[in-house]
């Protein structure tokens, strides 16, 4: 069992930027997880933002968020971030981290979740 809390969310104007973080309390299995974080905004569904792979060595990234978010953690605190900048209001969501063993952007692939953090960004 993999636990998860989000941080970090709040309310800022677009071009701002601001940093998620998510801890995870998993005994010992978090280097063990493909980490990602999803964002849901109201009335939609629940989408891929990025995912990091293990090690942290390789990360994937949508593309309405490509060179704008960037996604790492370290396992040595067990911490996946989420570095968010020149936001828009369009990334205004709740946002989600997940843990799972084999990553993709499928929501369905991954076992375990946050509670979420909200994010809104005002134009």
């Known amino acids: 069992q993999e636990r998860l809390a989000e941080s970090g969310g709040g309310l800022v104007q677009a071009g701002a930027s601001l940093r998620l973080s998510c801890t995870s309390s998993s005994g010992g299995t978090f280097s063990s997880h493909v980490m990602a974080w999803f964002r849901q905004a109201p009335g939609k569904e629940r989408e891929f933002v990025a995912r990091i792979n293990m090690s942290g060595s390789a990360t994937y990234y949508a593309d309405s968020v490509k060179g704008r978010f960037t996604i790492s953690r370290d396992n040595a605190k067990n911490m996946v971030y989420l570095q968010m900048s020149s936001l828009k209001p369009e990334d205004t969501a709740d946002y989600y981290c997940?843990?799972?063993?084999?990553?993709?952007?499928?929501?369905?692939?991954?076992?375990?979740w946050g509670q979420g953090t909200q994010v809104t960004v005002s134009g």
């Open positions: 997940a843990a799972g063993l084999f990553g993709g952007e499928n929501p369905i692939s991954y076992l375990f």
